[in-house]
């Protein structure tokens, strides 16, 4: 069964940092490139960034690109998202995806003063 789990979520200040974890099973994850994805209240889910499977290569939305580091470990099949420089645009429920699988439940993430 694949899931995917979400963590580090929670309420930040505008300019903090956070890093967001997701804990993989159920499928061959290093064979895999890895997504992250946010969805903010009454908006649609959008690509934040993407990690090939080897971890070499990766991708970022503009809005995103420059303050958000992807990686991965294929050991541990684990996948994070740091981020820094924090937003309040950057609220939203944020979401780890291999193309084609299921989805986890999320993780909340808050910035507000």
């Known amino acids: 069964q694949v899931q995917f789990v979400e963590s580090g979520g929670g309420l930040v200040q505008p300019g903090g940092s956070l890093t967001l974890s997701c804990e993989a099973s159920g499928f061959a994850f290093s064979r895999y490139s890895l997504n992250w994805y946010r969805q903010a209240p009454g908006k649609e889910r959008e690509w934040v ?8 290569l990766t991708y970022y939305a503009d809005s ?50």
């Open 49 to 56: 960034a993407q990690v090939n499977s080897a971890g070499t």
């Open 64 to 113: 995103v690109r420059g303050r958000f580091t992807i990686s991965r470990d294929n050991i541990k099949n684990t996948v994070s998202l740091q981020m820094s420089s924090l937003k309040p645009e950057d609220t939203a429920v944020y979401y780890c995806r291999a193309p084609g699988l299921a989805w986890g439940q999320g993780t909340q993430v808050t910035v507000s003063s």
